[in-house]
């Protein structure tokens, strides 16, 4: 006679099991529900991860720091101890951070002799060492471009050469930050990271940069660049004398600018690259001084700037010699 | 009976003399983030008070002998070690020379007896170096020069580059571009050009940025 009938997907007759739970039916949609919900799970805690890193750099006193125009003496200095703690701890090295401030009377003005210059990008190579610049892209403020001698065409242009130089058929043009009277940067910015201070020098407040990256696309010259990676600079090799909006390391995601060193220039001192420079191509000085090298050039030497018909208004010049 | 005016009018006068006081108001106080820029008064005379130090030849030429001093160093001999007024007293072989002396001009010849690679368009020895006082320079009337005022000879040709370095733009500086703050160094012709060669050599450009 037919012994009672027993149900496959019972482990012991006696017990009661769910129908509708995984125990019951482990089949094919069960198991790729399973492994996708445990891949979607890893993706999202792998994604989620550096939110983890940057949580244990992160400090309430960074979080809520006011933008540097709303700070007074006793914040700043509060600011720029944190700031200096924390390069000595990523960094190992110590350093100074200033804040030296415009100076009365003075805006400062630039001019490049191109009969001069050879392209031999010792400018280049002294900002990226002055102003602390990731050693892993050697990164620069200034690009110089070798251009076919008769018009200034950047698009027949090269800043990647590296043959001797110069070359007979070539001319050199370094470019930096133009410092302009009417910078599109400072326009375009959301949240007013970036201003233009009383002796012409266009500055940016890394600390309140959001890194969204508008004055980088708004410069017709280029001459912002974004940091991609936290800077890497050996130990050995920083700069100590930095300045807050200037040359200190900068923190990953924000964007920065020649601006003229003005650790140096605001303390009376020549910027780097006009000391680097082997050919004397570089002038540097103050616009209102009317007894100046730069108003000298600017009085008695064919010179122009870069991308007038847009109206911005550089404070660098380009000057030939005949 | 004249209409009024509509009662709306006195009430609207009371809202234009509202917003013409918060207009007013407004463009004296200002908003917080005051984006322009007050024109700079124009800067006071800055009276230079550091001094300016040039980078010149502070002793007469000289050039290497084929001998070493007592400390190991290459002896060198100034040019009247050799020469008197009169050019004689050479003595051959007393200084390095010219391995390839295939001189065809009479101011090679000299260039390479002295061991000097010359190349300064048609310039030749005597033009620049005294005939009577070899330990001197002369100018183009005849007047002798010491080798540390030898700008003086440079800006007898180069009058352009001359003038553009007593403004500033010629030869670079290191320092500080406010003398009130600081000093400065500026070279002298001959610290940055070989005066025997003085067009700028080629050279090998730095890295270029990796990107």
Known sequence: MPGPQIDPHRDDPGEEIDPHSVAARPDRRTFFKLAFATLGATAFARAMAPLQAWTETLDKASFVQQHYRELDKQQMATVLTRLEAETARDYGAKVSISDPKPQPGVKFGYALNLSVCNGCRRCAEACHEENNHDRASHQSWIRVFELDKGSIDFESGSTTYDHAVPQPDKFYMPVQCQQCDNPPCVDVCPVEATWKQADGVVVVDYNWCIGCRYCEAACPYHARRFNWTKPFVPAAEVNPNQSYLGGRIRPRGVVDKCHFCTHRTRVGRLPACLEACPTGARVFGNLLDPDSEIRRVLAAKRTFVLKEELGLKPSFFYFFDE | MATRAAKTWPHGSVVTAALLTAAVA???????????????????????????????????ASLPTKRRAFDGQVARIACSGCHDAAGANVTAGEVDQNPANTSESQNEAGADAHGVRLKHGDVTCLMCHSRTDRDALTLADGRTLEFAAARRLCAQCHGPQ??????????????????????????????????????????????????
């Not at chain 2, 908003?31 to 030849?57: F, H, M």
């Open chain 2, 26 to 60: 407004l463009s004296t106080v200002g908003c917080e983030y005051d984006r322009s820029v007050a024109p700079p008064p124009p800067a006071k005379r800055r009276i230079a008070q550091y001094p300016v130090t040039y980078v010149r030849p502070t002793v007469p």
């Open chain 2, 162 to 211: 001359h003038r553009d370095y007593l403004a500033g733009s010629h030869g670079g500086m290191n320092g500080h571009w406010d003398q009130s703050q600081g000093p400065r160094t500026r070279n002298d012709c001959t610290a940055c050009h070989d005066p025997h060669r003085p067009a700028w050599p080629m050279v090998t450009p730095l890295p270029a940025p990796r990107r």
